[in-house]
């Protein structure tokens, strides 16, 4: 960059796509209307586990407006496996058994959704129904295997082992032990998921519309079910209301839009509803784990092991990821020299599991955040102090957990926790609590700390092309839902290119416009894209300084750029800007300018971040109401303080959710009992308080610019902060949670001596 250059990376631009969102000119799939379009509804299955003894759809093919019922018994292709989801699938339709309610039966296609959702109440299935295992620990047990070929409803069992494990226990002057769990949640992202495809006949090319948060991923996988070359595929990704993770998946509906809308040579669409994304959607969280943490009187760590289960739904909706996380994450950002884990992903009668917001940081960190409250409440020291002693140091750096490769990099942990415990102001807080205390006042602190594991594998890239208007298109396959990347990767290439961020044109999610992608998730996209947009945009100058040597015919070593002007060394009176130089180019009948570039990386970055929550519990409704919550975030080097600060609130008010409010609820038989925002609360901005966000820059030693991850950052310990922080609440009375979230009957249970377990 050139020095007389003005510096955008680090400063709070306003998002720049949130003008035309804030108009309602914003397209979603919901807004794609395709000439002739047929509906696509559902018939889903209205039992956990049962075999299809017979399917009658006489009725609704009667009826007007139907152009075709289809089932995996009239089209066999359709009771394949859906690709990418090894090792064992699930077929787009159900033809011989259904294993969770919701799972798809039946497609119907109709002029509109209305006369869908008619013919579907005529379809009668007979069902026989089955045994239905909704319980992790139980389904191990195989005393009802749900996929018989499979053998067992363990899908993955792992160990990983650091040091001497469980026999290092005996070592310890104490061992703590504690069944700690977490409820099953599910994102509910604004945009529920849709879908919309058409068969282009003269590009003989499959167009497909998709909610979803890799384009180039949905591409491989509707490219393999519907039988085409992936460059016969293309996949758009318009405006994405929300992801979260679960907009990343191999779904049904997505298989079933493409091959329908290729087969029959008709435009398919099909949007789903929000009772749909209770129902279909892929969930997560939902783990019990057994632990034992052994210690030292002084509060040092000596060893941890845990044996844990994470309830998988009856498919690997995203793959078996989520439970090795859980394990990596586990030892947080303490030294413990001596782990024993032991996890198990088991299939049970309820819907498909796949990566949220988190995906295994927030369990991870809920094991070893409670247990250092426990540990520190058994020896008598205070919770603040045992996490203290415990932390690894800058001088540990690099620091290998001997947990699957996690090695800690960079920051400086027990001083960025110095700094919030200075914020909070604990004496003052606990001179507070016990006035307030007296007065019939509940108070309580809440501390934790995380890292934050982002990216580590894969690629990202960008492709550059100058426009006729002197602007510069950047194509990416990283495909945002409102994290706001075109603004973060416009500064990057700002920055590198010597313009204004208003210069640089973002395009998300199309196959079309660049050859290859990963995506969205995981906090993994400024830190993949962006340094493939510094990468890029030094190419592009490169390219464009020898443009620029044939409009000023000259050598291009003479060729100098200042301050987004190319002349000739010596001669700065004659220069060209990006838009003089597009216009030269195009007047002399060139190409465009453009570069394609990618950046690859196998290394993660880690973030750190120290949190304190203060609650206000009414002892007599079990109501908690945060009081205040503060946050410092190592973020690295931060691209945009305003997006970053976005992003680092919006997963703490998601985790909050799931700390405060947010469970699906099964019965006995694997019905779900939340299907509603009436049943499923989520956080609003009554219940969530202003929070503090302060950002620490520890550059990222593994990638060139020093990106971390920040979108997981607010999510990873609210549910262990919370119980906490209640916990503190009730110090005199020795109140022990060990079940998220902490509702307000669970609390209420708890203290008066009922079971307050999960419900």
Same mark, same amino acid.
């Given at each position: 960059?050139?020095?007389?250059?003005?510096?955008?990376?680090?400063?709070?631009?306003?998002?720049?796509?949130?003008?035309?969102?804030?108009?309602?000119? $914003?397209?979603?799939?919901?807004?794609?209307?395709?000439?002739?379009?047929?509906?696509?509804?559902?018939?889903?299955?209205?039992?956990?586990?049962?075999?299809?003894?017979?399917?009658?759809?006489?009725?609704?093919?009667?009826?007007?407006?139907?152009?075709?019922?289809? %089932?995996?018994?009239?089209?066999? @292709?359709?009771?394949?496996?859906?690709?990418?989801?090894?090792?064992?699938?699930?077929?787009?339709?159900?033809?011989?058994? +259904?294993?969770?309610?919701?799972?798809?039966?039946?497609?119907?296609?109709?002029?509109?959704?209305?006369?869908? *959702?008619?013919?579907?109440?005529?379809?009668?299935? *007979?069902?026989?129904?089955?045994?239905?295992?909704?319980?992790?620990?139980?389904?191990?047990?195989?005393?009802?295997?749900?996929?018989?070929?499979?053998?067992?409803?363990?899908?993955?069992?792992?160990?990983?082992?650091?040091?001497?494990?469980?026999?290092?226990?005996?070592?310890?002057?104490?061992?703590?032990?504690?069944?700690?769990?977490?409820?099953?949640?599910?994102?509910?992202?604004?945009?529920?998921?849709?879908?919309?495809?058409?068969?282009?006949?003269?590009?003989?090319?499959?167009?497909?519309?998709?909610? %979803?948060?890799?384009?180039?991923?949905?591409? *491989?996988?509707?490219?393999?079910?519907?039988?085409?070359?992936?460059?016969?595929?293309?996949?758009?990704?318009?405006?994405?209301?929300?992801?979260?993770?679960? @907009?990343?998946?191999?779904?049904?509906?997505?298989?079933?839009?493409?091959?329908?809308?290729?087969?029959?040579?008709?435009?398919?669409?099909?949007?789903?509803?929000?009772?749909?994304?209770?129902?279909?959607?892929?969930?997560?969280?939902?783990?019990?784990?057994?632990?034992?943490?052994?210690?030292?009187?002084?509060?040092?760590?000596?060893?941890?092991?845990? %044996?844990?289960?994470?309830?998988?739904?009856?498919?690997?909706?995203?793959?078996?990821?989520?439970?090795?996380?859980?394990?990596?994450?586990?030892?947080?950002?303490?030294?413990?020299?001596?782990?024993?884990?032991?996890?198990?992903?088991?299939?049970?009668?309820?819907?498909?599991?796949?990566?949220?917001?988190?995906?295994?940081?927030?369990?991870?960190?809920?094991?070893?955040?409670?247990?250092?409250?426990?540990?520190?409440?058994?020896?008598?020291?205070?919770?603040? *102090?045992?996490?203290?002693?415990?932390?690894?140091?800058?001088?540990?750096?690099?620091?290998?957990?001997?947990?699957?490769? +996690?090695?800690?990099?960079?920051?400086?942990?027990?001083?960025?926790?110095?700094?919030?415990?200075?914020?909070?102001?604990?004496?003052?807080?606990?001179?507070?609590?016990?006035?307030?205390?007296?007065?019939?006042?509940?108070?309580?602190?809440?501390?934790?700390?995380?890292?934050?594991?982002?990216?580590?594998?894969?690629?990202? $890239?960008?492709?550059?092309?100058?426009?006729?208007?002197?602007?510069?298109?950047?194509?990416?396959?990283?495909?945002?839902?409102?994290?706001?990347?075109?603004?973060?990767?416009?500064?990057?290439?700002?920055?590198?290119?010597?313009?204004?961020?208003?210069?640089?044109?973002?395009?998300?999610?199309?196959?079309?416009?660049?050859?290859?992608?990963?995506?969205?998730?995981?906090?993994?996209?400024?830190?993949?894209?962006?340094?493939?947009?510094?990468?890029?945009?030094?190419?592009?100058?490169?390219?464009?300084?020898?443009?620029?040597?044939?409009?000023?015919?000259?050598?291009?070593?003479?060729?100098?750029?200042?301050?987004?002007?190319?002349?000739?060394?010596?001669?700065?009176?004659?220069?060209?800007?990006?838009?003089?130089?597009?216009?030269?180019?195009?007047?002399?009948?060139?190409?465009?300018?453009?570069?394609?570039?990618?950046?690859?990386?196998?290394?993660?970055?880690?973030?750190?971040?120290?949190?304190?929550?203060?609650?206000?519990?009414?002892?007599?409704?079990?109501?908690?109401?945060?009081?205040?919550?503060?946050?410092?975030?190592?973020?690295?080097?931060?691209?945009?303080?305003?997006?970053?600060?976005?992003?680092?609130?919006?997963?703490?008010?998601?985790?909050?959710?799931?700390?405060?409010?947010?469970?699906?609820?099964?019965?006995?038989?694997?019905?779900?009992?939340?299907?509603?925002?009436?049943?499923?609360?989520?956080?609003?901005?009554?219940?969530?308080?202003?929070?503090?966000?302060?950002?620490?820059?520890?550059?990222?030693?593994?990638?060139?610019?020093?990106?971390?991850? +920040?979108?997981?950052?607010?999510?990873?310990?609210?549910?262990?902060?919370?119980?906490?922080?209640?916990?503190?609440?009730?110090?005199?009375?020795?109140?022990?949670?060990?079940?998220?979230?902490?509702?307000?009957?669970?609390?209420?249970?708890?203290?008066?001596?009922?079971?307050?377990?999960?419900?």
């Amino acid at each position: 960059m050139p020095e007389t250059q003005e510096t955008w990376i680090g400063r709070s631009v306003p998002r720049l796509e949130d003008p035309i969102l804030i108009q309602g000119k $914003g397209q979603y799939v919901s807004d794609v209307h395709l000439a002739g379009q047929w509906t696509m509804a559902l018939v889903r299955s209205t039992h956990a586990h049962a075999r299809i003894r017979a399917i009658h759809s006489e009725a609704a093919t009667q009826l007007p407006g139907v152009h075709a019922v289809v %089932t995996a018994q009239q089209d066999e @292709k359709l009771g394949r496996p859906l690709p990418g989801m090894a090792p064992l699938s699930p077929p787009a339709l159900a033809f011989d058994s +259904v294993y969770y309610v919701g799972q798809p039966i039946v497609a119907i296609l109709a002029d509109n959704r209305y006369i869908a *959702e008619d013919a579907a109440d005529r379809i009668e299935i *007979e069902y026989q129904p089955l045994p239905a295992v909704v319980e992790a620990q139980e389904a191990a047990l195989d005393h009802v295997v749900l996929h018989q070929d499979f053998g067992t409803n363990v899908l993955e069992h792992f160990e990983y082992h650091s040091g001497n494990g469980r026999a290092a226990l005996g070592q310890a002057d104490r061992v703590i032990t504690a069944t700690l769990q977490m409820g099953r949640v599910s994102a509910q992202p604004m945009e529920p998921r849709g879908v919309a495809a058409h068969w282009d006949d003269v590009a003989q090319m499959l167009v497909v519309y998709d909610s %979803t948060q890799s384009v180039h991923r949905a591409q *491989e996988r509707i490219a393999e079910f519907v039988g085409l070359d992936k460059n016969q595929v293309r996949v758009i990704a318009p405006e994405v209301g929300g992801g979260f993770g679960v @907009k990343n998946g191999t779904y049904p509906e997505e298989a079933l839009v493409a091959y329908l809308a290729f087969s029959l040579r008709h435009p398919i669409k099909w949007t789903g509803d929000r009772f749909e994304e209770f129902l279909a959607t892929y969930q997560e969280r939902e783990q019990t784990h057994h632990v034992q943490l052994g210690v030292n009187n002084d509060g040092t760590i000596v060893a941890l092991v845990d %044996t844990f289960y994470q309830d998988n739904g009856a498919f690997p909706g995203g793959g078996m990821m989520v439970a090795q996380n859980t394990a990596r994450n586990i030892p947080g950002p303490y030294r413990i020299a001596h782990l024993a884990l032991d996890g198990y992903t088991v299939m049970t009668n309820k819907v498909p599991q796949a990566p949220y917001r988190g995906a295994g940081r927030p369990q991870g960190h809920y094991i070893i955040e409670r247990m250092l409250d426990r540990a520190a409440d058994v020896i008598g020291i205070e919770r603040i *102090e045992i996490r203290r002693k415990n932390l690894v140091n800058p001088r540990d750096f690099p620091y290998a957990t001997g947990i699957a490769g +996690v090695t800690l990099d960079s920051g400086d942990y027990p001083r960025v926790y110095e700094e919030l415990l200075a914020m909070v102001d604990v004496p003052a807080f606990r001179r507070r609590q016990q006035q307030a205390r007296q007065e019939g006042v509940r108070l309580g602190l809440g501390i934790a700390n995380v890292v934050e594991i982002s990216a580590g594998f894969g690629f990202e $890239g960008v492709r550059l092309q100058l426009q006729g208007d002197g602007r510069i298109l950047m194509s990416t396959g990283a495909t945002g839902q409102g994290q706001g990347h075109r603004t973060a990767l416009a500064q990057i290439a700002a920055d590198a290119l010597a313009v204004s961020p208003d210069d640089i044109v973002v395009k998300e999610g199309d196959t079309q416009d660049i050859a290859k992608g990963v995506g969205t998730f995981g906090s993994r996209t400024i830190i993949m894209a962006g340094n493939a947009a510094d990468r890029a945009s030094a190419a592009f100058v490169t390219k464009a300084k020898e443009a620029a040597a044939q409009v000023l015919e000259a050598h291009v070593d003479d060729i100098r750029w200042e301050d987004g002007r190319f002349f000739v060394n010596g001669v700065p009176s004659v220069s060209l800007d990006w838009k003089a130089l597009a216009a030269a180019l195009d007047q002399s009948g060139a190409p465009p300018l453009r570069h394609e570039d990618y950046f690859s990386s196998q290394t993660a970055t880690y973030g750190f971040g120290s949190h304190a929550v203060i609650v206000r519990v009414d002892e007599q409704t079990a109501d908690i109401q945060i009081e205040r919550y503060v946050i410092l975030h190592d973020s690295g080097r931060v691209v945009n303080p305003l997006l970053a600060t976005g992003q680092v609130i919006g997963g703490t008010v998601q985790g909050l959710g799931s700390a405060l409010y947010e469970e699906l609820i099964f019965s006995s038989d694997g019905q779900p009992l939340t299907t509603s925002f009436l049943d499923y609360r989520l956080p609003g901005a009554v219940e969530m308080p202003d929070i503090e966000v302060y950002h620490r820059d520890y550059p990222a030693p593994g990638n060139p610019a020093g990106y971390k991850g +920040v979108g997981e950052a607010g999510i990873i310990p609210s549910q262990a902060i919370i119980l906490a922080a209640v916990e503190d609440a009730f110090s005199d009375r020795s109140l022990k949670l060990d079940f998220a979230p902490i509702t307000p009957i669970r609390l209420f249970q708890q203290l008066n001596g009922e079971k307050g377990g999960a419900q």
